[in-house]
């Protein structure tokens, strides 16, 4: 059960709190020093979609690693994707290595975490944003120590790792914290009772990602499967099967969309298994992602967990079926608009794509990621940030 601090989405039928034009002057800083550099996570994409749909009510501002929003202002430091150059040297890599698996994340959230606190000390915000897990919450923490100012924070990390970074985040203490999930909520009440949570997914913008209009060309055979993920061999998105499973059928491509670092190692994969007309690796800047969904047949992201997975719902709202790992949070979001299955299983893999490339699943695609349109999301996230900046000024 909820503990009675937890909240849930807010639904069609509430009529929303409508701020006023003294609360249209409260500021909003949103944080993710990635977002406009790396284009193949969904926190950085999440932090430019919601900076855009809270500006129609609060003065946003996005740390952000490059220009990627009216709203961008430079976070400082060295986004995750330059980081993995400076891991190119040996000694850099052996040192950072010898704490983290994802050093590259831990050089962004280190050399970030000084110029976005001077950034909100020098011009206070009325709430912090942090869309970056642990360095971006342990920066905003060190901000409200100094000022007070309150933080809201999102656990995009889910349940994976047995809960252990979520946990984590926990520990921060962040004025409120959104879940996507009951089971989210339950976690954390064992872990802080008394920590304010809200249940709402992540949105959609389904006038931007639709099935019709402009598509990307790349040449490749038709029909074609999308994949978007980091490309990394030791994280959670398991790439390598995707490209395993379309090896297996006579027909088809592969196009994976991201970036990471070993991208060579995948690259030459693809090629080996698939060759140049059946696989591609590229990045493209999220304006374009529509015309990249739009460019396929099907949507493929077999990674062993997801907290949430916002390219399974981009992919959908471009009419694509989706094929990936049987577990609770996908058939959530998948339902009836794509094939679940034991991906590991690389026949099962295979059968499973052929299947969904067999039919139209257009409609029922496009129905099923409504349920996640942004235009509801935003709604909730605008009247709990009201909720939480009134708080903030009584106390």
Not at 11 to 22: L, N, S
Not at 60 to 89: D, M, Q, W
Not at 124 to 137: E, V
Not at 146 to 163: E, H, S, Y
Request: glycine share 6%; net charge neutral; proline share 6%.
């Amino acid at each position: 059960m909820m503990n009675s601090m937890t909240q849930k989405l807010l639904t069609c039928d509430v009529k929303p709190h409508i701020p006023t034009k003294t609360e249209r002057s409260y500021r909003v800083v949103i944080v993710h020093p990635s977002a406009g550099v790396n284009w193949s996570g969904g926190t950085e994409t999440f932090a430019i979609e919601l900076s855009d749909h809270l500006s129609s009510y609060f003065e946003v501002e996005l740390l952000a690693g490059a220009p990627c929003s009216s709203f961008y202002y430079p976070a400082g430091g060295i986004p995750r994707t330059k980081a993995r150059h400076l891991l190119g040297n040996p000694l850099v890599n052996s040192v950072f290595r010898s704490f983290s698996t994802h050093p590259d994340i831990v050089i962004e959230h280190l050399s970030s975490f000084l110029p976005c606190a001077m950034r909100l000390l020098r011009k206070p915000a009325d709430l912090i944003f942090p869309c970056n897990d642990y360095g971006g919450l342990a920066m905003a923490a060190f901000v409200r120590g100094l000022i007070g100012t309150p933080i809201l924070f999102k656990a995009d990390t889910g349940l994976t790792g047995d809960g252990k970074s979520l946990a984590r985040s926990v520990r921060f203490r962040p004025n409120h914290l959104v879940v996507f999930s009951e089971t989210m909520a339950d976690f954390v009440d064992k872990q802080r009772p008394n920590q304010p949570v809200t249940i709402i997914p992540n949105g959609v913008n389904i006038d931007q990602f639709k099935p019709e209009g402009n598509q990307i060309n790349l040449g490749l055979n038709k029909p074609i499967v999308l994949c978007v993920a980091s490309l990394n061999r030791n994280d959670h998105k398991r790439v390598e099967l995707a490209i395993r499973a379309i090896a297996k059928l006579p027909y088809g491509s592969l196009l994976i969309c991201g970036d990471g670092p070993e991208r060579a190692y995948f690259q030459a994969l693809g090629e080996e298994l698939l060759g140049a007309n059946r696989f591609a690796i590229q990045t493209f800047p999220f304006n374009q992602m529509p015309e990249v969904y739009r460019c396929a047949d099907a949507f493929t992201l077999p990674s062993i967990d997801e907290p949430f997975g916002q390219a399974y719902i981009q992919a959908m709202a471009c009419g694509l079926p989706v094929v990936a790992t049987d577990d609770d949070i996908r058939r959530y979001l998948i339902a009836d608009s794509g094939i679940l299955c034991d991906v590991t299983n690389l026949d099962a893999y295979a059968e499973a794509i052929a299947q969904v490339l067999s039919k139209d699943w257009k409609t029922k695609a496009r129905q099923n990621a409504m349920r996640f349109s942004w235009d509801m999301v935003a709604l909730s996230y605008r009247d709990l940030i009201m909720q939480m900046i009134s708080q903030s000024r009584k106390d």
